[in-house]
């Protein structure tokens, strides 16, 4: 089992470019979640993908979007990119049905905006 | 005031010290976890819990419900350890709040 995966690791882009950041979910999870950590700080929630719909959303504006295939991969999309969106995006997978609650962490696609 | 505070934000020991990290919340949890990672970003989870006590190893973390608070404690520390620690808590149907870390350094 490979775990929870995400492409690319690390991405460089300027502003108000667009960039599309992937994840594969560990074997046997249906939900994925993103999230966005900023340097020296803890990752705040963006969004979850459950049954190819968003499920929950953070406080990120309209300019981060998502999508789930029915392989239960991901992606999230960030538009009209800002200096401020450089970060290290996390992807978590879990079973939305397990009742421990566990989630999974990819190793995280570095994004730095020029 | 975030809704998860960890405490203390950095914290340097000798190898060998007896480490502990807290975790205080403000919000009503499901479970919570406590996570490590390493420079270059990767998060390994280390325990979840919602209630009592869990023990990995050199690794203990305790949680009490009512006081809203959790405790990771790490016996006979090892330079290996260094790591940033984060605790986060479970809200709703898994969604994650995260405390800001804890950046720990063990020197040999």
């Known amino acids: 089992d490979a775990g929870v995966t995400q492409s690319p690791t690390h991405l460089i882009k300027t502003r108000g470019q667009q960039v599309t950041l992937r994840c594969s979910p560990k074997?046997?999870?249906?939900?994925v979640s993103w999230y966005q950590q900023a340097l020296g700080q803890g990752p705040q929630f963006i969004f979850q993908y459950y049954e190819e719909e968003e499920r929950q959303r953070g406080n990120f504006p309209d300019r981060f979007s998502g999508h789930q295939f029915p392989n239960y991969s991901s992606e999230l999309n960030v538009n009209a990119l800002l200096l401020g969106d450089s970060a290290l995006y996390l992807c978590a997978s879990s079973p939305l049905a397990g009742e421990r609650n566990e989630q999974f962490f990819g190793p995280g696609t570095r994004l730095t905006v020029l | 005031k975030n809704e998860v505070e960890q405490s203390p934000q950095n914290l340097t020991a000798q190898e060998g010290e007896f480490i502990t990290i807290n975790c205080s919340y403000s919000v009503g949890i499901s479970a919570l976890h406590w996570l490590q990672q390493h420079p270059g970003g990767g998060i390994v989870s280390l325990f979840m819990?919602?209630?009592g006590k869990k023990k990995h190893g050199r690794l203990i973390a305790t949680i009490n419900i009512q006081e809203k608070h959790s405790s990771l404690h790490i016996t006979a520390s090892h330079p290996r350890d260094s790591a940033v620690y984060i605790c986060?808590?479970?809200?709703?149907?898994?969604?994650?709040?995260f405390g800001q870390g804890t950046r720990l350094t063990i020197n040999p």
């Open positions: 074997s046997g999870h249906d939900t």
């Open positions: 819990l919602s209630s």
């Open positions: 986060a808590v479970v809200q709703g149907a898994q969604k994650l709040v």
